[in-house]
T-cell receptor
Framework: NAGVTQTPKFQVLKTGQSMTLQCAQD?????MSWYRQDPGMGLRLIHY???????DQGEVPNGYNVSRSTTEDFPLRLLSAAPSQTSVYFC?????????????FGPGTRLTVT | KQEVTQIPAALSVPEGENLVLNCSFT??????LQWFRQDPGKGLTSLLL?????REQTSGRLNASLDKSSGRSTLYIAASQPGDSATYLC?????????FGAGTTVTVRA
């Protein structure tokens, strides 16, 4: 198993550009989520999904869109990048939700918006 | 609202010493608690998942205890090595997310 994979590893964007961060898992997990990690703020949930076709907002959803057309993939879209979105983004998955299940994290995407 | 605290924020020990990392949480109605390791510039690696019905979980030199009633978990790392230098994070489920502590950054001096 490759586990949770994320691409790209690094990205530099200019303000106003759009892009998609890719996340995939090969463990047949129903639950997937996106976090951002910022110094002094810790890890904060952006969006999550409890299964294909179902997504919901987390703590900091503004400026981000998600979709879940397959069990394996959960892309995160930045519609119009802003410097405040400079961060490290982590995708995570687990069999079903967060309660009682081990969470598996991807290696992260380091995004800089200039 | 679930709040997770880790003290100390940083720890420096000589090689061979045992490490004791603390995690506290405000809402004791948790399903489990997970400990992670994060190396600089890297992702989160799961170390141990301890269920609410368990009091301890062990993996090699790592041992995690959980006391739900007092809202505390402790991660013990025996006979520390320079390779144990990293940031250690604890997290508890909170609705559909994990609530994380800010982490304890450990340096093991050779």
């Amino acid at each position: 198993n490759a586990g949770v994979t994320q691409t790209p590893k690094f990205q530099v964007l200019k303000t106003g550009q759009s892009m998609t961060l890719q996340c995939a898992q090969d463990m047949n997990h129903e639950y997937m989520s996106w976090y951002r990690q910022d110094p002094g703020m810790g890890l904060r949930l952006i969006h999550y999904s409890v299964g294909a076709g179902i997504t919901d907002q987390g703590e900091v959803p503004n400026g981000y869109n998600v979709s879940r057309s397959t069990t394996e993939d959960f892309p995160l879209r930045l519609l119009s990048a802003a410097p405040s979105q400079t961060s490290v983004y982590f995708c995570a998955s687990s069999p079903t939700g967060t309660s009682g299940n081990e969470q598996y994290f991807g290696p992260g995407t380091r995004l800089t918006v200039t | 609202k679930q709040e997770v605290t880790q003290i100390p924020a940083a720890l420096s020990v000589p090689e061979g010493e045992n490490l004791v990392l603390n995690c506290s949480f405000t809402d004791s109605a948790i399903y489990n608690l997970q400990w992670f390791r994060q190396d600089p510039g890297k992702g989160l690696t799961s170390l141990l998942l301890i269920q609410s019905s368990q009091r301890e979980q062990t993996s090699g030199r790592l041992n995690a205890s959980l006391d739900k009633s007092s809202g505390r978990s402790t991660l013990y790392i025996a006979a520390s090595q320079p390779g144990d230098s990293a940031t250690y994070l604890c997290a508890v489920p909170n609705d559909y997310k994990l609530s994380f502590g800010a982490g304890t950054t450990v340096t093991v001096r050779a």
